[in-house]
């Protein structure tokens, strides 16, 4: 997986969302945010997400959608429950996934992180060919982009947003990253002193029982809709 100069994954869909702007002078993503989405709330595979990301979504088409329809949202990657990646926004410009948010002390997480969405909710276990894709492609981030910390849209909204959910597994996902890259990425060694450094920094938040505590106060949310 290889991203070009404005930092778009070469071979995958790209669909352009308007719902991003430059990030502000000297700010390069250096956090990368996981969420969760699906739309309507808790249905998988319909266009729903695409059609939020790129405004066109139809208020009438679920009982939902007119509260989110008017939203100017993004991110900059979806990763759909067979895997697939799709890009709304290059990695160079900010995309609209965090809102009000801060991390380490420093607000406005959008200037300076990469919003990746899972399609699912905080209610379902997320599938093999995501955890996969999530992993293959914070490789490629961590290749190319100064991330030091990997958290969720709970972690840097808390009180406001539960996503990723319950049903992320922050031990499973550090552990697929610890692992040497199958095959065709190992050969970028470069990335190896990033992945080093990843793992003293990124996770520290998720160590299980952090994060098993958290979902026990957390209550139950409803629809992913009010998501940002
Ligand atoms: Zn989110």
């Not at 070009?4 to 308007?18: A, H, I, L, Q, W």
């Not at 997320?126 to 969720?152: K, N, S, V, W």
């Not at 959910?165 to 190992?186: E, I, K, N, S, V």
């Amino acid at each position: 997986m290889r991203l070009d100069p404005e930092g778009r994954v070469e071979g995958v869909r790209y669909v352009p969302s308007p719902n991003c702007d430059e990030r502000p002078g000297g700010c390069t993503a250096e956090l990368l945010v996981i969420h969760n989405i699906s739309l309507p709330p808790g249905e998988f595979g319909g266009r729903g997400i695409e059609e939020l990301f790129t405004n066109r979504l139809d208020a009438a088409a679920h009982p939902d959608y007119p509260a989110i329809a008017e939203l100017k949202v993004s991110a900059h990657f979806l990763i759909r429950r067979d895997g697939e990646l799709v890009q709304f926004v290059p990695c160079g410009k900010r995309a609209w996934h965090a809102g009000e948010s801060s991390w380490r002390g420093r607000a406005r997480c959008n200037d300076f992180s990469i919003g990746v969405e899972l399609e699912g909710t905080d209610r379902a276990p997320f599938t093999d060919a995501q955890y996969e894709r999530l992993a293959e492609l914070t490789r490629a981030l961590q290749a190319r982009y100064p991330i030091r910390d990997i958290a969720g849209h709970s972690d840097v909204a808390p009180g406001r947003k539960t996503d990723p959910g319950p049903h992320f597994d922050w031990t499973r996902y550090r552990a697929m990253l610890d692992q040497p890259p199958p095959r065709r990425t190992r050969r970028k060694t470069r990335a190896q002193p990033q992945r080093k450094q990843s793992r003293a920094g990124p996770f520290t938040t998720h160590d299980s029982r952090l994060t098993a505590a958290r979902t026990a106060k957390t209550p139950r949310r409803q629809a992913r809709a009010r998501r940002k």
